[in-house]
């Protein structure tokens, strides 16, 4: 069973910066895509940042150049860095992959709070 478990959301100020993880576990052969999602209250689910198994990586506008997404493949953990935070920014996180094998996952989400 693939788990998908995020961390290292929180309160920050506006300006501030956190780093989301992503942790995967179970049998898995091959990571090809990893995501980061975000839901604000009332509002839908919507892209931060996508990254590729080769490396290509797609950032939202509304984050460009204020988000980084990386990965460790042989640590099966994949980050988010979000620098210059502002309260529009306020969401839950979701981390997703998708498998070698067509299979898509999703963890529970951590909350990001951006606020004075």
């Known amino acids: 069973q693939v788990q998908l478990v995020e961390s290292g959301g929180g309160l920050v100020q506006p300006g501030g910066s956190l780093r989301l993880s992503c942790a995967v576990s179970?049998?898995?052969?091959?990571?090809?895509?990893w995501g980061w999602y975000r839901q604000a209250p009332g509002k839908e689910r919507e892209l931060v940042a996508t990254?590729?198994?080769?490396?290509?990586?797609n950032i939202a506008d509304s984050v460009k150049g204020r988000c980084t997404i990386s990965r460790d493949n042989a640590k099966k953990t994949g980050y988010l860095q979000m620098n210059s935070l502002k309260p529009e920014d306020t969401a839950v996180y979701y981390c997703n992959v998708i498998l070698g094998n067509g299979m898509n996952y999703w963890g529970k989400g951590t909350l990001v709070t951006v606020s004075s």
């Open positions: 179970g049998s898995i052969f091959l990571i090809n895509s």
């Open positions: 990254i590729t198994r080769t490396g290509s990586t």
